[in-house]
Each structure stands twice: as C-alpha cells, then as structure tokens.
C-alpha cells in the first residue's frame, strides 16, 4: 500500500477522510492493510486538485469540504526539508455513501465503511496502517479522544502538527537520552533511522506491527518474537510506534548498549513488557519461565524444563515470594537491582546493531525486504542509499590467513593462521569460524580461483610483452588464449552481479586513492600498484576509486579490465569503479576495444569477450561520495534540472546498456565537462546565464558544460566540497580549476603518443593531495 517506491520520491502527500452521518468512516483496503484515499502531489502540484481527483474517483463528484489536519514532518537531507501531510475532509449522507460502491478504477473493490469500533478492531488485529485512523475518525465528528497520547517530539496547534530537528535526541538530559548516548547512537547515525522511519511509514505518523516486524527480522530476531518486540516499544500502548519510540527501542535492544545505570533501568521496564506476553503488566509463571530459559541460553547452561523450572523456583525463593507467584515490574526490576535475577545483561538484545545493520546495508547496496532505502537500496529505488555512519560501529575480527612477505616487498607463504599451531592458542583453535569470510579469505589468496588465475595470466602477458610501447607485436606467448578469455569473461560475470548491487551513488570513507583515465594503458596501472598497494587492493590501508575509460585507445584494454575486474570480485568493498563515457559500445565501436578483443582472440572469442565486458559496464555504479564531502565521477556535475539533489543518482536504472536513452541523468555525469575559461565569449556567457550555468557541450557534440557558479551551486545544494573528475587529457596529470573546487585527474601517460604526465589524488585527513608518478 505504499505510495512512495524510494526516498528520493518522497514528497507531500495528500489525504481524504469521508465521513458519514450514520457514525461511519470511507477506507481503503490493500490486500488486509486498511487506510484512507491518499496520493502523493509532487513540488508545485495542487493539494486541493490532487484530493478533488480522488474524491471524483470515489463519487462522481470533486467536492471537498475543508482541511481537518496538516502534518508537517521534518526530513533531513531531504530537497524539500519538510514533507506535509494535509488531510481533508469530506462528509456525506447515506445517499452519496451509496455511489462509492460504484467506484471504479483504482478503488473498485478496495473500499470499506467503518465505524469507531470497527476501527478498534482492525487496530488490535494489526490491520491498519496506523492507529491515527482513529484520531482522524475523531477529527470529522469534532469530538476530542480522551484516551489519544501525543508522542513527546509532536509539537502540535490545534489541527496543525509538527516535528521539527529537535526530534534527534542529544544529551544526558534524561533516562531516555542516556539510554541513546549509552548505545553510541549519534545524531548522524539517527538522522539515517529518521529518514528510513519516514520512509517506511509515512504519510502516516506511526509504524504498524506489519512494518516494525520486517524491521525487527532484519535485525537478527526471529520472526516469532516480532509482536512480542512491538508490545514492549509500544510503551503508550496504541498501537503504533512513533519515532523516538523506535529509537528507544533500538537503542534499548542494541548489543553496544553498556547495561548501566539509567540505561539498564530503562531496558529492563522494556524488557519485562517483552516477556510480557499477555499484557496484563504481570509476569506469570510461564512468561518467567521464559525469562529464565533466555538467560540460561546466554549463560550456555542446559534449558531442558526441569531445569528452567529448578532454576525458577530458585529465583522465586530468593525473591521471598511463593514460587509461581506473579511479578509486577517493581519487583522485577528490585529483583535485579538485588542480583536476585543475574545476567540481565546479556538478554534482550539484537544480533545486528543498528548502525551496523545501516552499514552494512549500505555496503550491499540491497534492499531489505522492509523497504529500507538503503536502508541497500536500491540502490535508492530500492538500490541505494547514502548513510551516515558512527566510525565506532566497526566490528574487527582476526582474518583467516597470514600473510609473508619477502623483504624486497613482494608477499610470499600465504597461510591459514590456524595452521600455524605455535602461533595460536588451542582456546582460539576452537573457537567457530566465520564460514562466509573465510571462503572470501580464501578466494583472495587461492591460486586456483578464478579471478586469480585471470590475474596470473595478466602477470605473464605483461612480463613478456613491450607493454610500454603501444605498436610493439603483442604475444601469448605459452599461455593458452582461450582459458585466459574463458575465465576472463567468467570474472565479467561474476562482476556484472558484483556491479549490479551496489548503489549508483557510492559512499566511501577515506583514505581513498581515485584515478582518472587508464584507456588500456596497462603499464601505468601496474606503476601504481607497485608504488601505492604493492601487494595487492586487498593488503591496502587505502580504498581505490577508479573513475571509468578503461578501455579504447591504448592497446591493452583487455590487461586493465582483468586486473580491475579481478579484484574488483577479490576486495569489492576495497576496490570501486564508476563507468565513463568508453564503457559504452557505440562509443567503442568508434574506437580499438572490440577491435583489440577481436584482434587478440578472434571473431568469436573477441566478441563473446566484448559483450561479457560490456554486460558488466551496463551494471558499473555512476558516481561516488568520499566522506560525504568530496563529489568524483567521470565527467562533471548535472545540471539542476536533472538532480536537483544527488540522492537522484540513486534512481538510475540498472542495467543501463543505453545510457542515451535510458537516463540523461547518467549521460551527463559520464560526458559534462568544465568551461574553460579562455572559450567564454559574449555568447556563450549569455547561454550560461540563460541556462543556470549551464551550456550545449559543443567540443563533444553531446550533454553539457558547466561554470563555476554552476558547480558551486552544487556543491552547496548538496553540502559537499569539491569535484574530482576525470575525462579530460592534462600535461601534468592533473589540474585544479574553478576556484580551487575542481580536479581534473588523468593516470595515463604519454596519451595517444603525447608526452603528459600521469597522476592521482589522495584523499584523506581532510586533504586532497595530487600524487604524480615518474612513469619512464
């Protein structure tokens, strides 16, 4: 029943409650979820023409007879920075009732008149979208309800509501902002909760058990324990759960949360809601029975029932009560304020904390089955999603394998740690194994892997060929040229998946070594591992950022795509590459790519080489963030009227095989270049004025250039720094323009036959350093 698919849709939204004099209320029904006639109004749409379309739909007729609520929701590092809610309202007779049995179109079928206790009833049975339906049925008949709780962040006027930045919790100030400051949850980290919050429920005000569950399993509970979960974070008892309700909650359940003064009070009211299982705020035999079991699991002490119940009764004794007696949550909490109940601690947690749970879905880029934007997103349509993470977050673990290195630097005797007993404790030997990291361990450093036997041969071929000369003869030399491009165009596969996702729009944290152009350029590629990560991207303290055209013009195309590729599938976290305006096939055609695969391989080897390449370009991610500051893709910035904000990237289609035709969004970033100062005449300073700094790119014959209020305007917009770029030729390798805010960075050398430098940027500890590399 959602009406928005990603956030970067998010917009206003407008509602219509029905009300008829019979003491009844117009919703709708999808599959078993109840609400009212709502549809979103984009930015400069009307709310009222919206509304009367709906109601027309329903009745035959567009009247609306007045606004009964407007709800003003803050959203950060939204475009809009708000999202409204306006509720309108509508009453009818029985007649007019009639005519919505008629309805067609979208309603057909999915409309229900209700009274208030209807209402009730669909709550309790977790078939609303929100509890607010209530509050709305109230609103219409003009009568206040006794019984409605306002969330302690609504700041609320009459029939106007609104939360504003103030919703972020700060401080120690009280019980519940220490439970927050105890988990490590920051402002940053509850601004990306907010936004997926808002995502999940909104235009409603509060999350459903339905939402809250998918949440709740995705965080390593088990489904079973989901509605158990919502009772104890629905603390007012509404069915519904506002946002700083949510964040209590997960702040409350999260494994970083040190179990403490008035932290460890306020888990333990929450945990005794969740054992809770009648709600009768008492905890019988069998519900602390339950308690019990749980923390003889964590303790790894038999949970058999005899000796649960052993365990119970003495507990119960040593609370002097009689055993099975009911507990109120005094006693409960005296009982462990006693250490009558031991190991409280240890219980009532989440397997995944949430900001690892944002992280990692961020680094996936994949959606969880919730919706969350990133929270994997969709990349952001359900693909991708920009996070901001707390750096204390991380969970470190001993990798598998130890690595000898020889002292000329090269790394040899790759082994698994275990296997070195002298080294390693018999208490770490038994200690479980993470299965899934060690088959990644060990297909980075096994030689039989595919992307390693890839590599191999590309150590062979550029040992044995005059790499640095483009026209030298190129041979295989003893290496079979079909079992290289068979397990080439296998890592081209297994890549495209790798590619596919992540989010359009990368986030990446420093440090961060970003290049500019390789165009086959083999050679160069190899003079920058051997002086920046001479062991590989994997043994590297530094993320790579690799900024597209790898392919045409050099002569070994085919050398840079399967050493890129290869580690790519080895570190994909470590190793990141956006796609330039050459990963395209017209524009391959027009140059040496799928000349050179045809050359080296043959007709149908080539071809079938080229098409897996390609297969994997269409799937490349567009651009990328670095500490949420520094811009880097391969052309230059968009113009407004494309991505009024950068979250937009994210909405670019996967796969993209014409990016012509598929996104202008896409096409731009991979074309646009900079003005260049000395090209700007009367004509075209009148076209950049006209055009928001924008102007016909008439060098390449396609997209756009763009100035430097042009760039500063998005920069600002977006609350970012500077633009790395690549794209264009420089003789030092590098140049630095408008206003010190733009770096153009080009890594190969000696271009096209040319004598220019090659170069990258280091980005890290707030500098943006050029590296130039003395290539001959």
Known sequence: MAIFKSISELCDAVSLVV?????????????????????KVPAGQSWERAIAKEAEDIFGNNNVDKILRICKTWMPKHPQAFLLHVVFGLAVDPAMKVKAKNSLGKFRGKLRWVSDIDIMKLSQNNSVRSPELLEFFYLAKKIYNPAYIQPEELIVLENFCETVDDILVSGKGNIHSQLVDASGIDKLAQESILREFIFMIFPASYMSLRVFSKFVVELGWPKESAAYLFNSADVSNRRGVSFREFLYFLATVDPNTSHGGGAAEIRCRYMFKFYDRDSDNLLKADEFKNVICDLRKAKKLPTDAPSVAKEAAETYKSMSISDGT?????????????LKIRGTSTIFRSSIGIIKYLKE???????????????????????????????????????????????????INIDEMRQIQEAVSMTTLKQPVNEQNRRISMDLFSQRSVSNEVLKGLRYITSINKIKDPKANYTWGQLDPTTFARNLINVCNQVREVFRVESRLLELNSPVYVMGDLHGNVADLLYFERTLWHIGPGLSPSNLLFLGDYVDRGAYSIEVISYLFSYKLQCPNKLNLLRGNHEIREVQKMFTFLKECILKLGDKLGNELWIAANNAFDNMPIAAVIDGKIFCCHGGVPPPWLCPVISAINDIPIPLSQPDVQSSLAWEIMWNDPVRPKTVNDKLAMELLANEGFAVNVRRGTAHIFSVEALERFLKANQLTHLIRAHEVAQAGFQVLQKGKLMTVFSSSKYCGGQNDAACVMADQGKLRILRLETD
């Open 326 to 338: 009911p507990i109120n949550v005094v006693d409960f909490l005296k009982a462990i304020c006693d």
């Open 19 to 39: 009300y008829c004099n019979d003491n009844t209320m117009l919703l709708t029904v999808d599959n078993i979820e109840h609400w009212i006639p709502c549809v």
């Open 361 to 411: 879905a961020s680094d996936k880029s994949l959606p969880p089955s919730v919706g969350v934007s990133s929270i994997r997103q969709p990349a952001e349509n359900v693909r991708g999603k920009m996070t901001a993470l707390s750096p204390r977050t991380i969970d470190y673990e001993v990798a598998v394998h130890t690595i000898k290195i020889q002292r000329s630097g090269q790394a």
